[in-house]
């Protein structure tokens, strides 16, 4: 194995995964819970959190494979596609992606990921959404091939067992004296892994970014565990769907906590503990950790999107 693939991520000094930080957020309006967020976005600044756990032994192994191109999925503002991007040019694989939507073509110096991504060095095949949803077929597969030749596929949202196997890694030691653990959830990676590497005692919390009952069957997948549970409340609407109630908090957590929030996925986790623990939902004494899974780098391109429509933005 190529000698810069020992210990992948861990021994570049461009990724910090000891010790990372765990900040307690106080709260004014209670004092029978304490919670907690470990700052897995801190890792690096954009193969971050939840992208670094999926994308560590997915990596290793298309070097194990001697591969040297990388190809993924994704839509217009996929944190995904940015950190296959950043990890492809960071440790030399050439990288690909699979965009959902012909339109974006024309889009890209006006797409802040895409535009980041292309900056990485990643080639873009534009596909219709009809094309997009036969992505995992093995005729899809095979024009891919024939189209690209040899390369190392990484499902869209990086969820696979490698990721899984990543992702259990979140939960340590250090992180052996909390109640409860709660996470955003997209594909289902992150919870199954925080599923395997939590310990016996802890109760793993869901906060689903995207509507629809469909995620318990794709977690059931990856994990036998009966350690979790999906809250299905704090979606606003869908996946990239958000409110002014949401942004409005995003933007007062931030400036409370010093602590900034993706308006996909961790806003809408810290939105739901928080209304939670006002309900009386957690038992008192509760010890209550969540993930900060980053996806920073997608404010923008919300931010795009709420101007043109005349809305708050992300501050």
């Known amino acids: 194995m190529n000698s810069k693939f020992y210990g992948i991520f861990d021994a570049s000094m461009q990724f910090q995964t000891e010790n990372i930080p765990i900040q307690e957020i106080k709260l004014d309006f209670t004092t029978d819970v304490r919670l907690f967020i470990k700052r897995e976005d801190l890792i690096h600044s954009f193969v971050s959190g939840n992208k670094f756990r999926k994308l560590k032994y997915n990596l290793a192994e298309a070097n194990k494979e001697?591969?040297?191109?990388?190809?993924?999925?994704?839509?217009?503002?996929?944190?995904?596609?940015?950190?296959?991007?950043?990890?492809?040019?960071?440790?030399?694989f050439k990288t690909i992606g699979i965009i959902r939507g012909e339109e974006l073509v024309a889009k890209i110096d006006s797409n802040s990921?895409?535009?980041?991504?292309?900056?990485?060095?990643?080639?873009?095949?534009?596909?219709?959404?009809?094309?997009?949803?036969?992505?995992?077929?093995?005729?899809?597969?095979?024009?891919?091939?024939?189209?690209?030749?040899?390369?190392?596929?990484?499902?869209?949202?990086?969820?696979n067992d490698l990721a899984v196997k990543g992702c259990a890694e979140i939960i340590t030691e250090n992180e052996r004296d909390?109640?409860?653990?709660?996470?955003a959830v997209g594909t289902g990676g992150t919870i199954a892994g925080i599923s395997h590497g939590a310990f016996s005692h802890q109760q793993i919390l869901g906060f689903p970014a995207l509507k629809g009952d469909f995620l318990q069957q794709e977690i059931s997948q990856f994990t036998t565990k009966d350690n979790w549970k999906l809250i299905n409340n704090y979606h606003f609407g869908g996946y990239g769907k958000v409110t002014d109630e949401l942004i409005q908090f995003i933007n007062n957590f931030k400036q409370q906590t010093q602590i900034p929030l993706?308006?996909?996925?961790?806003?809408k986790m810290l939105f739901g503990?928080?209304?939670?623990?006002?309900?009386?939902?957690?038992?008192?004494?509760?010890?209550?950790l969540a993930i900060h899974s980053g996806g920073l780098q997608g404010i923008e391109g919300m931010n795009q999107k709420l101007r043109r429509k005349g809305q708050i933005t992300i501050v």
Do not use: W
């Open 66 to 92: 001697n591969q040297d191109t990388l190809l993924t999925f994704g839509g217009a503002f996929s944190n995904h596609i940015a950190a296959v991007a950043a990890a492809g040019k960071l440790y030399g």
């Open 113 to 159: 990921t895409l535009k980041f991504a292309q900056e990485n060095g990643m080639q873009f095949k534009f596909v219709t959404r009809q094309e997009y949803r036969e992505k995992t077929t093995s005729e899809f597969l095979a024009q891919l091939t024939r189209e690209f030749g040899r390369f190392y596929t990484i499902p869209e949202g990086g969820t």
């Open 178 to 183: 909390f109640d409860t653990i709660c996470c």
């Open 262 to 267: 993706d308006p996909i996925y961790t806003g």
């Open 273 to 288: 503990i928080i209304d939670l623990i006002k309900k009386g939902h957690f038992e008192k004494q509760n010890r209550i």
